[in-house]
Structure formats: C-alpha cells, structure tokens
C-alpha cells in the first residue's frame, strides 16, 4: 500500500500553496511524518521537505433522500498531511 493516497486540491489549499509552498496531501492512516517526508521525496524528484504536519479528520454524518427513504450514513475518517517544501516545486496541473 502506497504512503501517498492523492493530493487534497480545494480553493483553500490552492491559496495556501501560492502564499507558502505548503501542499496537502491525503496519507495512509499508519503513516509516519518520517515515513511521509521520504515518500515525498521520493516520488517528487527535486523537492527537498522542511516540514510535515499531520491530521486525522473526523468522519462525518451524511445522509440523502432516496425512493426507498432517508439513507443514513457516515464520511471515512482520513489522514491528511500538509507538506511544507524547502526547495523545489510540486505542480499537479503541468500535463494538463
């Protein structure tokens, strides 16, 4: 199993990585902040990771309305590390 699940790319994250450099990125619950800078390191030649901090983000209830009734349910609960780049750069939209 893959330490790196996906980036996280919303408007907020979007800014904050204009403004800093930091990056966020969906990680494997067991991962470590040792384990995840190496992962970066890794796939991303030429980037060089300051710093890495670490959440876990609760599950949430969601629910919607079908034919059958109201479908109760909950989100995963998931890892997200924001990665902070001393050099280099991560741009996901190049091949685009």
């Known amino acids: 199993m893959s330490i790196l699940i996906r980036p996280v790319i919303t408007e907020k994250l979007s800014r904050i990585q204009e403004e800093s450099g930091k990056i966020a990125f969906e990680v494997a619950q067991k991962a470590t902040k040792p384990e995840i800078k190496r992962a970066v390191e890794s796939t991303y030649p030429g980037v060089k990771v300051a ?46």
């Open 51 to 96: 710093k890495v901090n670490t959440m876990i983000m609760p599950s949430k209830p969601k629910g919607r309305f079908t034919r059958s009734g109201y479908q109760a349910g909950r989100t995963k609960t998931w890892k997200k590390a924001i990665i902070t780049v001393k050099e280099g750069e991560i741009d996901f939209f190049e091949e685009i």
